[in-house]
């Protein structure tokens, strides 16, 4: 461990959740050292008087995101709000660093779609179009190839995984897909919010969104390009009381008259996938079991035997579905052990 | 409120949580008195030694269930375990009492269906022919003359109130129905289960039971009544990281070409219900809106105007779904104010 | 209940958690009418949309905080931010009007002090003077006759009814009292601060304000007036990862030689009061036995007949620390039955 | 890590929730291997099929707890109820296994208190002579050389290396110690009570032991061999709505007329300590700084200047509380780096 060469990495805005948490991956990665945190709002103070669970792991202070600092990293990742990562990327693509984007602004391929979706226009089109969508069980071999990597949504990575046997196979109605998904209330971020407060999250549970969310067109669009088809989809999030976690149960009309072994099919898809455990038969995954760890476990169920497929697909949104999927990504990029820093048993109880 | 005539009251397994709550709906109900409270385990304890909300409220120490002191009872409540109300309720008939049983022995028509999802034989089938499934919406005027009533399951009528609409006016595909329902762990119940630990059910989300819960029957029986055809029903309860409330989100396809004002026909449907709620339009009701409270709030989307509609339906899983219900029951069936005692508005935060 | 005279009541700052607790209470209050509850920020919109919980019990929308609409109510609440009733209330008790404040302004008889703990002049120094402190289990009389009523904080609630017995019999060493106290996170108010998010505050338990809190001040008020001398407080509060309740646990030295049985001193102090209830020898009360519920629950040990006396006193923080002791007041202060709209029995579970 | 030696190690009693957070530890730790995980009751079953979060990380089944199995471990973890150990210690001992006992079997140096305490006769009076008690910060040399550790229970843990500088400098009263504990539900272990249901302990907070529990001993063992005279403490334990976390709040009077610094004086006490964290001046630990890793995190309070002093002390209970206090005693006994395995970062949020 002692003088193997250390990739120097950067993150912009790391005060947030989907920061603090790529932090804590980062300081335990093998190969990797962070150079420079950056945070507008907080710049010169220590970022574990900010976070206390980093003391003695980090000394840095956050510095501002400024481009010469960042420039000399080997890959930066933006941890920030919407729109930021895609006014700096330009200027650090010039400067050979490479970039996964834990944010929105390279997911959608179609720049008008992002700008139905996200209220602003897309600052660098060209760049969007070489993007790759860091899935890496769908993207793997682009992603390492990739100068940007857009980080999927937390939502997105537990449909997706879900859904993709079945829709690469062409087992379901692709024109009626329902994904009733439910999340953690870190997926709302550390902004003080009041519908984020502790007493109006917890003890409590609600959908939101019904009319539109912003990962659906991600989903949409994923999913459309593995099922080689426009597909439809109804898209429900729900917040839930509990801090870490999403669970997404999925539902699908089998449509061929023999489907064949669903269970078997999933074993099968995700055989070599490090991340991603196909559970027993039968099984229900809870998230606490994959707290804090970068697994995505699902399970299959057929109930009654009937034409309605259910899909049982947990993650810890902060890790899988953010921070942990964004250091396999940086993995691929850096051509290291895909599961370097990444193999923490979740924490449970 | 000082000379009025007040009905008596007994209830047999008052330990549980639906006991508990019984209990405190009825110690502040203007028109009702409890003269007995049975517990076989508790026999000769203070009630309100094992439940210390009521100190204060309830003197009575739990007696042994027997026929002769209920016998006395104009109305007697079973929060028992299944299987228990079908051996007294025979005897208690001929007494002339009247009858509201929480649990499952006289939720299902066919005997041959209950024995198969509860694990033993119907020990009244001629009583269960009688009994009457208490969901005042649907059977309001049976339930007043009804000596046996078949208190609903929580997930069936937080399911029921939501489908109805859609059902009664056949607009959504009938043999497709989706509902996707989260649970509270209190419907679990106050048995000591290691899944129900505060350590195993708290920062976690699971689906349960996809293969089959013992609610699919009742609620594909009330369903399929209301919609005068056999309903395909695909239904998934999920664990929920809180005490109290049942959110059901539910998936139907409009089969019609034009459904019309979905939001009016709600509206229409539960206008003159005092213990349903819709929503203004977009609405997204929150479990804690209900909490403690025997509403049952309601909201209708068609996202993106698409052919799938949603239907949002949130309860207090021991209150509309348990023992709120059971005393509007018993409410109609003694020509009381169907909302006497039960006009609480929830805790909130 | 039909003709009988309902009193006028206003509520300024209905929008907070002490306010919408309020209104819960004053909805259901045999006795009152609401005519107006304000809110600058919120004026002009349904008080319901704010708090689904009110959908049908309370057609009002908020307005703004005018003298003119408040100078026809019999008796107005303050639940606004501490530095606002003592500029309103000139004005009103000029019209008449009674007040509840439930905030701060009129806790401390010495503005000096007032100054020092909340960074202001006060506004209305011979108010001051003439303003009751509102623990009705110490000054009763004086509230009935009382122009304005000072609630009490939360803390300084549980804290004192702790106390009391002990300090009025002159039992314990009065420079060395201890108060450890728990709070849960509604204790922080509605407004949108990082450390009240759920993500921050569940899960996790700490301590705050330990070099100083401004409920200090006011405990060693009505501590030193009881004991007759000047008392020495520690006083230590803590965040609890629930909604509502607080926990007091109280330590004091006994210096004389035979300080009796205490049970008995607390039972018999506290026999008449209708909201203290002391629990049998050897209890622990819980938070949520008290969970809406307008009681405090009091225990008390002396660990291994030890020269150490433990208090263990219960309340709910926004019912008895909050609105619901100024419901009390209001009785009081009314001539109606103090315990009048104050009878729910706590929610449990 | 490749080939490196790594010692043979066993779990008696693998089931609980100090086994789970003992195997977690383990699984990820460089220099060990896990040979047996015993457990009577699941004797049989994969580890992975109980504990999902294991799956992938370790494929061991369940085996008899018996001796010969056991004696081929180079060292081996009680993890057991009460009672267990001091059984099987001895023939473990002959096969020349040490030991690392997490139940109390070896905790009490006089065998007529421990009996006092725990109900039964205590089995092996001659090796509870021998064993060493295992606070590293106290007793690290004895530790090393050691054949039977005890490790210290999880309050005695915090509230120990709370009081430790102050009565190693007789600064305070050591005849009236407080020590104001809460606990997480963890603490009571996976056993189904229905105390420890979620419907029981979330949104509430209590006391309960108030008149004696076993950790009283064992810390006023600890702290009278660090004062070097017998110590009076109060102790008071909480139960927490949280999963994991201890946090004690100390009250000790000072007694000299110059305690000097006493941030300075706790932090030259711990500056060597890679286990405990004194927070800066003012601080407030929370415990949540703390989950899932073997820290514990001190500040030190004199409010107001006055005479009492007041220590917050914050660990993860199935952390430095159980399991990983139980793997830094086995790094010492095995020669290794203390911190071997045990680097991890809290999770948080």
Chains 1, 2, 3, 4 share one sequence.
Request: aromatic share 6%; with cysteine; glycine share 10%.
């Amino acid at each position: 461990m002692s003088n193997t060469h250390k990739f120097k990495i950067g993150v912009v805005g790391g005060t947030g959740y989907t920061g603090v948490e790529l932090l804590r991956l980062l300081v335990q990665h093998p190969n990797v050292k962070l150079t420079a945190v950056t945070s507008r709002s907080e710049a010169g103070q220590a970022i574990a008087g900010l976070y206390p669970n980093l003391r003695g792991h980090l000394d840095l202070v956050f510095s501002e995101p400024d481009i010469a600092t960042l420039a000399d990293c080997d890959l930066v990742f933006f941890a920030t709000p919407n729109g930021v990562a895609m006014k700096m990327v330009p200027s650090l693509l010039e400067a050979n660093v490479r970039i996964v984007d834990l944010a929105a602004d390279f997911r959608l391929r179609d720049p008008l779609v992002w700008e139905a979706w996200y209220g602003m226009p897309h600052a660098c089109v060209n760049i969007l179009q070489e993007a790759v969508y860091g899935l890496p069980e769908v993207n793997r071999d682009a992603i390492a190839k990739a100068r940007v990597v857009a980080n999927p949504g937390c939502y997105p990575t537990a449909v997706q995984l879900g859904f993709l046997p079945l829709l690469e196979q062409g087992l379901i109605d692709k024109h009626h897909l329902i994904a009733d998904a439910k999340s953690g209330v870190s997926g709302a971020g550390r902004e003080a919010k009041v519908g984020s407060l502790l007493c109006e999250a917890s003890e409590s549970f609600k959908a939101y969104g019904v009319s539109g969310h912003r990962h659906l067109p991600e989903i949409r669009q994923g999913l459309t390009l593995v099922a080689g088809h426009e597909v439809g989809l109804t898209f429900v999030p729900h917040l839930t009381p509990m801090i870490r976690g999403i669970h997404a149960t999925l539902y699908g009309r089998v449509t061929v008259d023999n489907a064949g072994d669903l269970q078997a099919l999933y074993e099968e898809r995700y055989r070599n996938e490090p991340f991603v455990d196909v559970m027993p038969q039968g099984s229900h995954p809870e998230t606490r079991s994959v707290r804090g760890s970068n697994l995505c476990r699902i399970a299959i169920h057929r109930p009654q035997g009937g034409d309605t497929v259910v899909v049982l697909s947990a993650i810890d949104n902060l890790v899988k579905g953010a921070a942990g999927q964004a250091v396999q990504n940086m993995n691929i990029m850096l051509g290291l052990a895909e599961t370097a820093g990444l193999e923490q048993v979740a924490l449970m109880p």
